[in-house]
């Protein structure tokens, strides 16, 4: 899917000047991630240089059943540290993470989570029992 949500206002953010790193953990599994802020977007789905964006470019698997437009919460994350270098969750985006399971203080969207780069390392945590498993491959 990818775009914008047209039935939702604009959201500010703050994209960065200069790269930093996004630790994803999901299970066992880690993967880091440097960004480059000149690349972003990186793809269509979710804001431009948000977790999802950055996330997809960089094949970690996280679900997104909405397309990144704010419609579901299956993209949900939780950010254990850097949180602050991130936009504010919206009033849509905390409607939506009311709708996803094991939602704690640092639950986010990853779809509408944008880091500004002020935090040189993200560690976001991928829930495990928010993987899709099976999957069509990416292309």
């Not at 996280?62 to 437009?69: R, T």
Request: aromatic content about 6%; hydrophobic content about 35%.
């Amino acid at each position: 899917m990818g775009g914008k949500n047209p039935y939702l206002k604009p959201f500010e953010f703050e994209l960065p000047t200069s790269g930093y790193t996004v630790r994803f953990i999901h299970g066992s599994e880690e993967q880091v991630v440097t960004v480059d802020p000149a690349k972003i977007p990186y793809g269509r789905d979710g804001l431009p240089g948000s977790l999802l964006d950055i996330a997809l470019a960089h094949d970690v698997a996280i679900d997104h059943a909405c397309g990144g437009v704010l419609a579901c919460s299956t993209c949900h994350v939780k950010v254990k540290r850097g949180g602050e270098s991130c936009n504010a969750a919206s009033e849509a985006e905390n409607d939506k993470l009311d709708e996803a399971p094991g939602v704690t203080p640092n639950s986010r969207l990853a779809c509408h989570t944008v880091p500004n780069g002020n935090c040189k390392e993200l560690i976001v945590e991928v829930p495990t029992w928010n993987r899709n498993l099976v999957r069509e491959v990416h292309h």
